[in-house]
């Protein structure tokens, strides 16, 4: 996996569940892009990076606005997360069989 942790989704969930303000989105979206470049293009997979920039940008001006009381953006982004790793392992099944 290009030298890629293989917990590459692992660390971006982490980094989701702990980052505060200043929010690191152009730093996450760099590692999901890293970690699903070694998987096909896919219709899906494109969708699901594009919905999980966007529930960044909103967990982004959430945090920067009122900071991370109790709110579901942090947790709309890590479902957004495992949706995105689903595919990916889905993906990677397929060529496993």
Known sequence: M??????????????????????????????????????????????????????LDILEIVLAEIGDGPNFNRLNALDDLRKLEAACDRQRQSFIR
């Open 2 to 55: 290009a030298g890629l942790p293989d917990d590459s989704f692992a660390d971006i969930a982490r980094l989701i569940e702990s980052a505060g303000t200043p929010f690191p989105t152009s730093h996450i979206r760099r590692m999901v892009l890293r970690a699903t470049s070694v998987y096909e293009a896919t219709e899906e997979i494109a969708h699901l990076i594009e919905r999980l920039n966007f529930s």
